[in-house]
């Protein structure tokens, strides 16, 4: 077949919805744009895991460590999914890994900034997995196959994890003036971050148009950052907590919320890798990967032992 | 009576909530991302096994207590773990090791108690045991990759088996307090399973390509909350916001 009647055939496929799969024909370009997109998902999954991993051991009941734990789980089993999506396009864990080490792939800049007390567990969970699943929901219908079904699993979880923030923060909010003071602080801390991750405004996002074309995405960022503004108001006053924004009300007329202007120099700052924790975060990465080393090495070798034997056996 | 019991059902919630935070301090730095997920889960069911035993402990206790009051606001000599759970989690190899002794233990502990006179307890051991067979299998599987996989890593391995050898023996000797619920029917006496202890575990280490240590001066104190120095410092980070906030819920 032609390159022309491929890309014909491949655009009917989306024009009609149906989903494109790991041995079906696509472009370069898709295929490159897929690997960058999944990737820096998974990688979000697992540098995510850190900040939160902060709070295991000092979290204040055991219902809320058991809990946290668990949250922590789920998003290293999100990674995993990922990077198996990911695979199906032909680009090894290994290397996407190494991209991230290296400093080259990238990953949601949310996680570079520090969990500080215990109510960034409830405005993590509440914001930031409410962020994502509002980017999130829309990918289960993606146009690459292997990717949306990894997605389907994935919102599933994340809006128990957002549910399970928000009840961190509503606990606190109720709470001694000290336990409310804190939630009130972790809300000013993690309120702007959360907006940014919906990436920059539409008419500086080099990615969007090519994406939408493809049904890679499915809303602009600015779309999705406003239905998120929209959902996540009335839930921080109906528990008495301020959004740190003064110019933030609600509109009649457009029947949405008129919002303060995001700083967006801080963003590019912070994907650039100046965030408070980048460092750390790819450091304890980097740590996990070099203190396992042997360990793997030993796994490998006593599977290649292994199999000698048998097939000695066999022969 | 009661009092015994509540000791009892205490001392063992202590060893199963301090492995289990132990074994969470892993979380997001284990050897590779599947290995991450399996440590977390044997972490969970350690918590799990730990929350069922002292919600049991506060219904014994009967002083409207609750199952945070005896994770969070209880002293380090108050804590009855066995010093085994405490030790800080070195490298892989260690913490393998350490995982390894103890639930070896708890395989044959708990298949006993499955017997208990006491049914909370017997059903309590019946869920654990399915919990536990998992996590013999696990550390079990990586004490012999680990001993016989390559050199660094029989090195390894064996050093961490020598280095925590010294803790294992106080996980098969009795004190008054299990003399005295065996003799209830209620608890197991850490005696009468040592030969099933060592079977296995040389059964497993011979796998290993790996040595039985020799030593045989054992520490203990644990059950009598005489800790090493490390359980002081675990506690004070997992009860720091519980008692820094008497008054509040969470
Ligand atoms: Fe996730
Ligand atoms: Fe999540």
Redesign the pocket.
């Given at each position: 077949m032609s390159e022309e009647q491929l890309q014909r055939d491949f655009q009917s496929k989306l024009d009609a919805e149906i989903r494109i799969e790991p041995k079906d024909w696509m472009p370069d370009d898709y295929r490159k744009t897929l690997i960058r997109q999944i990737s820096q998902h998974a990688h979000s999954?697992i540098v995510?895991m850190l900040p939160e991993g902060n709070w295991i051991t000092r979290a204040p009941s055991l219902r809320r460590k058991v809990a946290l734990i668990a949250k922590v789980q789920?998003?290293a089993g999100?990674g995993l999914y990922l990077y198996s999506a990911m695979e199906t396009l032909g680009e090894p864990r290994s290397k996407a890994i190494d991209d991230l080490h290296s400093g080259k792939a990238k990953y949601s800049s949310i996680f570079n900034y520090p969990t500080l007390t215990w109510a960034d567990m409830g405005a993590i969970g509440w914001l930031v997995?409410g962020a994502?699943i509002q980017n999130q929901v829309p990918l289960c219908r993606t146009s690459y196959g292997p990717y949306a079904r990894a997605m389907v699993r994935?919102c599933k979880?994340?809006s128990f994890?957002q549910r399970q923030g928000y009840e961190i923060m509503m606990e606190l909010a109720k709470g001694t003036p000290a336990q409310k003071a804190m939630a009130q602080d972790a809300l000013n801390r993690w309120w702007w971050p959360s907006l940014m991750m919906f990436g920059p405004p539409d008419k500086d996002s080099k990615h969007t148009a090519q994406s939408m074309a493809w049904k890679i995405k499915r809303h602009t960022n600015d779309e999705l950052r406003q239905a998120f503004v929209d959902k996540t108001v009335p839930q921080g006053e109906f528990i008495g907590l301020t959004f740190p924004d003064k110019d933030l009300k609600w509109n009649e007329e457009k029947g949405h919320y008129d919002f303060g202007d995001i700083n967006w120099d801080e963003f590019y700052n912070v994907i650039k890798g100046n965030g408070p924790c980048n460092k750390e975060r790819i450091k304890a990465r980097r740590a996990a990967k070099e203190n396992g080393a042997w360990v793997r090495d030993a796994a490998a070798a006593y599977a290649k032992k292994k199999q000698n034997k048998s097939t000695e056996k066999a022969a | 009576m009661t009092n015994d019991l509540l000791k009892y059902v205490l001392r063992r919630a202590d060893s199963e909530l301090v492995l289990g935070h132990r074994m969470s301090e892993w979380c997001g730095h284990g050897p590779e991302l599947e290995e991450d997920i399996a440590l977390i889960n044997i972490s969970l069911d350690h918590l799990g096994q730990s929350r069922s035993l002292y919600q049991y402990a506060a219904a014994v206790d009967g002083e409207a207590k609750t199952e945070d009051h005896y994770a969070f606001q209880r002293n380090e000599r108050d804590f009855g773990n066995f010093l085994i759970c405490e030790l800080p989690n070195g490298h892989y190899g260690n913490t393998i090791a350490r995982s390894f002794f103890y639930d070896v233990h708890s395989l044959l502990f708990y298949e006993r108690l499955v017997h208990s006179a006491d049914k909370t307890l017997a059903a309590i051991a019946e869920k654990s045991l399915k919990e536990v067979k998992y996590h013999f299998r696990h550390s079990a599987e990586w004490v012999i990759r680990l001993g016989d996989g390559t050199e660094e890593s029989h090195a390894k391995m064996q050093e961490a088996i020598d280095e925590i050898w010294t803790y294992t023996g106080e996980l098969l000797t009795d004190d008054e307090l299990d003399i005295e619920m065996n003799k209830q029917g209620i608890g197991v006496l850490n005696s009468s399973l040592k030969d099933a202890w060592y079977n296995k575990v040389e059964a497993v280490l011979n796998e290993a390509t790996l040595k039985i240590p020799e030593g045989a001066y054992f520490q203990t104190g644990g059950k009598s909350g005489i800790h090493t120095e490390h359980l002081g410092y675990l506690l004070a980070e997992m009860q720091y916001l519980p008692r820094q906030h008497p008054e509040a819920t969470w």
């Open positions: 999954e995510g789920d998003e999100h997995d994502a994935v979880e994340e994890h | -």
